[in-house]
């Protein structure tokens, strides 16, 4: 019987340490790279890229009726928004060189490169596109009258596929055209302008408007080419004492045989826009092209990551007019800067 029980005790105690080594191989850790379905972690992490969905890549569009500084500081806004924004962007990017004949080309041929978005930079750009398609989503800048130029039913709602930012300030003509009569004397202003361009016509007819009122005139001169800029300047000598020129594509494009013209004859030079300033021009009321480029850029965020239509983004004007004056210019026509005008220096 003693017999039988030490065999007992030892069969126990042989299932207990079976027990025990169980226990110890189940709660184990796992080895390095196992997940709990036998899995590495390699392949977790595999499976989990594969479910995730690549960034959505756009395609935008950019019709641009002529190079020069202002045009291209907007652009530079505008694709600065896109990468704040951190958006993927394929660019289509086409230049009329101040041909309005090419711009219909242009136009069919983004919408027949079947693009997302198309950036539409001037007044010639923006109405050619938005004649080509009613579908394709148009974000616009540098263009004078939205609703004029029939891009927008209104500022506030423009309906339909096309939004954008205008660089016409309402101030910024009849401060400009005060500026020249009460500051600068000015009886006869002389302005060269391209009479084909519907941004240049409603800005020359603000400034006629306001010249009247104020009992003064405007000599218009009309150039249909950059080639024709000078003569059309040098046509207005005799007749005037200065000189405006607005954010005219055609003339700002040739901007250097204006202020040559300007200079030699001591005359002043108001124009449309700071680029203008530092390339010469005496004094602007205006904005930075750029930031109206960003602003625009920020729409087409809208459209493309959160679906936003173009018909439910309001149009926007310039924010902060202010004047800016060339100091070197001033020197070269012998004019003195009054501190009372509150003028930035270029």
Same mark, same amino acid.
């Given at each position: 019987?003693?017999?039988?029980?030490? $065999?007992?005790?030892?069969?126990?105690?042989?299932?207990?340490?079976? !027990?025990? %080594?169980?226990?110890?191989? @189940?709660?184990?850790?796992?080895?390095?790279?196992? /997940?709990?379905?036998?899995?590495?972690?390699?392949?977790? /992490?595999? /499976?989990? /890229?594969?479910?995730?969905?690549?960034?959505?890549?756009?395609?935008?569009?950019?019709?641009?009726?002529?190079? #020069?500084?202002?045009?291209?500081?907007?652009?530079?806004?505008?694709? $600065?928004?896109?990468?704040?924004?951190?958006?993927?962007?394929?660019?289509?990017?086409?230049?009329?060189?101040?041909?309005?004949?090419?711009?219909?080309?242009?136009?069919?041929?983004?919408?027949?490169?079947?693009?997302?978005?198309?950036?539409?930079?001037?007044?010639?750009?923006?109405?050619?596109?938005?004649?080509?398609?009613?579908?394709?989503?148009?974000?616009?800048?540098?263009?004078?009258?939205?609703?004029?130029?029939? !891009?927008?039913?209104?500022?506030? &709602?423009?309906?339909?596929?096309?939004?954008?930012?205008?660089?016409? #300030?309402?101030? %910024?003509?009849?401060?400009?055209?005060?500026?020249?009569?009460?500051?600068?004397?000015?009886?006869?202003?002389?302005?060269?302008?391209?009479?084909?361009?519907?941004? @240049?016509?409603?800005?020359?007819?603000?400034?006629?408007?306001?010249?009247?009122?104020?009992?003064?005139?405007?000599?218009?001169?009309?150039? @249909?080419?950059?080639?024709?800029?000078?003569?059309?300047?040098?046509?207005? !000598?005799?007749?005037?004492?200065?000189?405006?020129?607005?954010?005219?594509?055609?003339?700002?494009?040739? !901007?250097?045989?204006?202020?040559?013209?300007?200079?030699?004859?001591? =005359?002043?030079?108001?124009?449309? *826009?700071?680029?203008?300033?530092?390339?010469?021009?005496?004094?602007?009321?205006?904005?930075?092209? +750029?930031?109206?480029? +960003?602003?625009?850029?920020?729409?087409?965020?809208?459209? =493309?990551?959160?679906?936003?239509?173009?018909?439910?983004?309001?149009?926007?004007?310039?924010?902060?007019?202010?004047?800016?004056?060339?100091? *070197?210019? %001033?020197?070269?026509?012998?004019?003195?800067? &009054?501190?009372?005008? $509150?003028?930035? =220096?270029?």
């Amino acid at each position: 019987m003693k017999v039988s029980l030490n $065999k007992l005790a030892i069969l126990l105690f042989g299932v207990v340490l079976m !027990l025990a %080594a169980c226990g110890t191989s @189940s709660n184990a850790p796992k080895e390095e790279g196992q /997940n709990q379905g036998g899995g590495s972690q390699q392949e977790e /992490n595999q /499976n989990e /890229n594969q479910n995730e969905e690549p960034a959505q890549k756009f395609k935008i569009g950019v019709t641009q009726i002529v190079e #020069h500084d202002s045009l291209n500081a907007a652009f530079d806004g505008f694709k $600065k928004a896109i990468e704040d924004a951190g958006l993927d962007v394929e660019w289509d990017e086409q230049n009329a060189m101040g041909e309005p004949s090419n711009n219909p080309t242009i136009a069919a041929n983004l919408v027949n490169a079947g693009v997302d978005l198309i950036f539409a930079n001037s007044t010639p750009s923006a109405q050619s596109v938005a004649s080509e398609t009613q579908d394709i989503p148009i974000v616009f800048t540098s263009v004078t009258d939205a609703v004029g130029a029939e !891009l927008v039913e209104s500022m506030e &709602k423009p309906g339909g596929n096309v939004t954008g930012t205008i660089d016409n #300030h309402p101030d %910024a003509i009849p401060n400009t055209i005060k500026f020249l009569k009460e500051q600068l004397n000015a009886k006869n202003i002389g302005m060269v302008f391209n009479s084909g361009e519907q941004n @240049s016509r409603a800005q020359i007819d603000i400034a006629k408007k306001t010249a009247e009122e104020l009992g003064i005139k405007i000599v218009e001169a009309s150039a @249909s080419t950059s080639a024709e800029v000078k003569q059309a300047t040098e046509s207005l !000598l005799g007749k005037v004492d200065s000189f405006y020129i607005i954010t005219d594509n055609t003339v700002v494009s040739a !901007l250097d045989s204006v202020v040559d013209v300007a200079n030699i004859n001591k =005359l002043p030079l108001m124009v449309g *826009e700071f680029d203008s300033v530092r390339n010469g021009g005496l004094a602007a009321y205006g904005f930075e092209y +750029y930031d109206i480029g +960003y602003e625009a850029g920020q729409m087409a965020v809208k459209i =493309l990551k959160d679906g936003v239509k173009p018909a439910d983004i309001p149009a926007q004007v310039p924010q902060n007019l202010k004047l800016v004056m060339n100091k *070197e210019t %001033a020197e070269t026509i012998g004019l003195e800067i &009054k501190e009372e005008w $509150k003028a930035e =220096l270029e």
